[in-house]
């Protein structure tokens, strides 16, 4: 494969998010960037994905391209191991996305980042089995020649994600609202990666714990459709020149790696428990169609969704909060935000805080003035 694109060169946009570090007598600042990569692990696993779960991608050139150069490969036993697994909801492919993230590059097995830190240590047996496999599908397949023979595309593709990332006060932003801080972020763009459902595009957000602290990502899909120019019968735009796409994905996938981890800490998954009532048929039928098939996902999807309009509200693009409010709330049925809304503000003021996780027992409070009729009254409203 060749480097330049895949292995050594990493693209970076700086964001004005500055840290200060004593040095002496003098302050050392520290800029936050954005990495802009690709993955050839993630790639390897959308190309699987596209023989677990067939589709049709007219307007996903990478997708039918990948579906055709890999076809004689669809028997390979890594396809039928991935789609056992997701079959049989062992893993979920988001969960499958974070792992890969914690390893080398393919064909290599080995893991740059211990899994011990992570929710999946106890169950490396499987894992150690499922990467094999897929590093064999990476190699007997030849996936490195169809990411290098399509690499002009993949470069269009970054540019244009490069082209529209947040503005420079992005990390600092979300940064000073959920009070903690991260020690990177990385948007990795796929082309290759399957659309559909409820919204026609995807974004999955992984973060590997590491000794230094925590690797945040976005994966996303294109957001618009594309087609060769009939002229010249080549790609002048990729899929990926959306700003809003991309605005709203950082704050949406970057928001779960604040939020996530919080959720499932002992004495939170206790806390949501004692609402668990609150899933009712209703509301999870609502959630099954965006595919939260849990009270966990329910719950997180609320929070990183109101985590997105305040940090629209906070930014100024009142208008998009507007929006976004609208959307998630009347459209998506996420019903509990317009408490959960009224109720962060309070954290907002107060500093207080020194954490989103020490205010979230205040914010789960408000859950308390739900109970069945009154979710079927909400759920019925904005479907009218």
């Not at 000073?176 to 559909?196: F, S, V």
């Not at 009532?277 to 009270?295: A, G």
């Not at 930014?315 to 935000?337: G, M, P, V």
Request: net charge negative.
């Amino acid at each position: 494969m060749k480097s330049h694109l895949w292995g050594s060169l990493i693209l970076f946009a700086f964001l004005s998010c500055k840290t200060e570090k004593n040095k002496g007598d003098k302050k050392v600042v520290v800029e936050k960037q954005i990495q802009v990569v690709f993955n050839p692990n993630i790639h390897t696993s959308h190309i699987v994905e596209l023989f677990v779960w067939p589709g049709e991608y007219p307007t996903r050139p990478m997708c039918v391209a990948a579906q055709n150069y890999f076809e004689p490969f669809k028997n390979h036993p890594a396809i039928k191991l991935s789609d056992s697994l997701l079959q049989n909801e062992i893993f979920y492919f988001d969960e499958l996305t974070e792992i890969l993230l914690y390893m080398e590059d393919f064909p290599s097995t080995d893991f740059k980042y211990p899994l011990e830190n992570s929710p999946y240590s106890d169950r490396t047996g499987i894992i150690n089995k499922w990467v094999k496999s897929l590093s064999e599908f990476y190699v007997d397949a030849n996936v490195a020649s169809f990411l290098n023979e399509n690499e002009a595309f993949y470069e269009g593709a970054r540019q244009e994600v490069l082209k529209n990332l947040p503005s420079k006060d992005f990390v600092n932003l979300i940064e000073e609202y959920y009070r903690e801080r991260k020690i990177k972020y990385t948007i990795l763009p796929a082309p290759e990666m399957p659309t559909g459902g409820a919204y026609g595009y995807r974004g999955i957000g992984p973060y590997v714990h590491t000794s230094d602290g925590m690797l945040i990502y976005q994966v996303i899909s294109a957001s618009l459709p594309v087609e060769k120019d009939s002229l010249s019968n080549e790609y002048h735009y990729f899929g990926f020149d959306n700003k809003e796409f991309v605005l709203r994905n950082s704050y949406h996938e970057f928001g779960h790696a604040f939020v996530n981890p919080i959720l499932a800490k002992k004495g939170n998954k206790a806390l949501l428990k004692k609402y668990e009532h609150l899933f009712t048929p209703e509301l999870q039928k609502v959630m099954d169609e965006q595919n939260y098939d849990s009270w966990f996902d329910c719950v997180a999807e609320h929070l990183v969704r109101l985590g997105e309009i305040r940090l629209a509200e906070r930014s100024n693009h009142k208008e998009w909060a507007k929006e976004l409010r609208q959307y998630h709330t009347e459209e998506l049925h996420f019903i509990f935000l317009p408490e959960f809304e009224s109720k962060i503000k309070e954290y907002e003021k107060d500093d207080q805080y020194k954490s989103f996780e020490q205010f979230l027992p205040n914010l789960l409070g408000e859950l308390d003035g739900f109970n069945s009729e009154k979710i079927k009254d909400r759920i019925h409203a904005s479907e009218q």
